[in-house]
């Protein structure tokens, strides 16, 4: 199963790279980690389930391993009393991806994700951010990683600051910069998708593109906007979700099926599950995004194996986990094998 490791350049420069996200949100589901701040203590408390789901993502087709570094940066540890574990925490994150990603010939991949104290007009914040950002990319690089992506980044500032430190710490280290559109189709310092995306690629990103907070249906056509103006490499991970032009973020949407009163009466964030996309969408998705140029292909919060499963096997891959794709020829009663019975083929209009 070991193959060559081409580096992520060489790789997209050959077709679709894919990369699979989704961890805090998956893990949070298993039970191994808090929704709300979501830090992924599960690094220190669990790092087999951290192993698992990374073993599963790559098997599912995932040409990256993605450390589970997200929010484990200064703030965010500072927040729930463990300041005095992030480095380890952010070193383990990386070494655990490594371990998996290796009989793979997968990528390693650092994260990078918002602050939460960027301000643009208050300089203590713009300072302190661009400290958090240089001493998770000094661990990351001193690790080894193959990539760094800098993601969920609703301020095209804060994303260039991240971008910059990447770039200062380790010049020729592949920089993903993936922006999050909320609500508005600007960025919070009123940035179109064109205009960010130019002061991105000026400032040295290797791949620009968009994750998180916006489903497959209203993350096409901001993909679209972005490729009118930008030729580079594009990527796209939204989160699994049925958003609309009604509620075009996974925030914004409510869930009118739901029998029961859910607290704050807002699906987001653990009550989202009737409002999954299953894996034919992630699939078509997936060919729409390749038809408008997209060239990293992932999936965001809400994402499982199976997605990136459907994913892979949209972009003509076979992956491991294809080994164990639905087969219905098979099945008792919908199934068309001959040697199946008679007594449960025809009683299937009762099921
Ligand atoms: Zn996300």
Same mark, same amino acid.
């Given at each position: 199963m070991v193959t060559e490791r081409k580096g992520l350049m060489d790789r997209l420069a050959e077709g679709p790279v894919t990369l699979a996200e989704g961890y805090l949100f998956e893990l949070e589901r298993r039970g191994h980690l808090q929704a709300g701040?979501?830090? $992924?203590?599960v690094v220190a408390e669990n790092p087999d389930a951290v192993r698992m789901l990374t073993r599963e993502f790559l098997a599912a087709g995932s040409d990256i391993a993605l450390a589970l570094t997200y929010y484990a940066h200064r703030e965010k540890m500072r927040l729930i009393g463990r300041e005095d574990e992030l480095e380890p925490m952010n070193r383990a994150a990386i070494r655990l991806a490594r371990d998996v990603a290796h009989p793979f010939g997968a990528l390693v991949a650092g994260d990078l994700s918002n602050?939460?104290?960027? !301000? $643009? !007009? !208050?300089a203590d914040s713009v300072a302190a951010v661009r400290q958090i950002f240089r001493e998770q990319v000094a661990w990351a690089v001193d690790e080894g990683v193959d990539l760094i992506v800098a993601e969920t980044l609703s301020y095209a500032g804060e994303a260039v600051i991240a971008l910059e430190e990447i770039k200062a710490a380790a010049p020729d280290m592949p920089a993903v910069v993936n922006l999050s559109f909320h609500r508005p189709r600007v960025t919070r310092e009123d940035w179109t998708v064109a205009q960010s995306f130019r002061r991105l690629e000026e400032a040295g990103a290797d791949v620009i593109g968009l994750n998180c907070q916006r489903g497959p249906q209203t993350m096409l056509p901001l993909l679209a906007e972005a490729r009118d103006s930008y030729k580079g490499h594009l990527a796209a991970l939204p989160v699994p979700y049925r958003t609309d032009d009604s509620h075009p973020t996974f925030q914004s949407l409510d869930d009118p099926g739901c029998s029961c009163a859910i607290p704050g009466d807002r $699906? /987001? %964030?653990?009550?989202?599950d009737a409002l999954t996309c299953n894996r034919y969408e992630i699939a078509a998705f997936t060919a729409a995004a390749k038809d408008i140029g997209v060239t990293l292909f992932g999936l965001c919060c809400g994402a499982a194996p199976h997605h990136m499963r459907a994913m892979a096997e949209a972009l003509g891959r076979m992956p %491991? #986990?294809?080994?164990?794709? #639905? !087969?219905?020829?098979?099945? /008792?009663? /919908?199934g068309s094998v001959a040697s199946l019975k008679a007594v449960n083929t025809d009683y299937v209009q009762n099921l």
């Open positions: 701040a979501f830090v $992924p203590e602050t939460n104290i960027y !301000d $643009p !007009d !208050d $699906p /987001f %964030p653990v009550a989202l %491991p #986990a294809s080994r164990y794709s #639905a !087969d219905m020829s098979k099945h /008792f009663a /919908f």
